[in-house]
């Protein structure tokens, strides 16, 4: 039987910045989260599709990952093997919440999402 495991971290980025080794290539990329704190989003040789995939993000922007780490009492890592997912919610709706004071909140109604029985309605 399947067992069905969800993302379980819910962020919204308000910036990313990404950071290129001596050859060029994209190594990590760093970010702000909606409440100020620091982000890294780890790559490795063999593994850059979520460095990818952040690259070219307008932000804001809503994410979901299964894996979050805090090394450091100011910094959350998410490392290069971490699954993530853009919600595909426009950057400026998820800007007017934020001007709303509504961060937490459109955090919360997404993990409401997420922890939703699917067989229930």
């Given at each position: 039987m399947w067992e069905r495991k969800l993302m379980q971290q819910v962020l919204i980025i308000n910036r990313l910045i990404p950071e290129r080794d001596s050859?060029?290539?994209l190594g990590a990329i760093?970010?702000?989260?909606?409440?100020g704190?620091?982000?890294r989003f780890e790559g490795s040789d063999q593994?850059?599709?979520n460095l990818h995939s952040l690259e070219f993000?307008?932000?804001p922007l809503?994410?979901?990952t299964d894996r979050l780490f805090q090394p450091f009492s100011d910094v959350w890592l998410v490392p290069a093997d971490a699954l993530i997912a853009i919600v595909p919610m426009a950057s400026e709706q998820i800007r007017k919440l934020l001007e709303q004071g509504e961060g937490e909140s459109l955090i919360a109604?997404?993990?409401d999402q997420l922890s939703a029985d699917p067989g229930k309605e």
């Open positions: 050859s060029s290539a760093s970010g702000v989260t909606h409440d704190q620091a982000i593994q850059r599709i993000q307008q932000t809503l994410l979901l109604a997404v993990r």
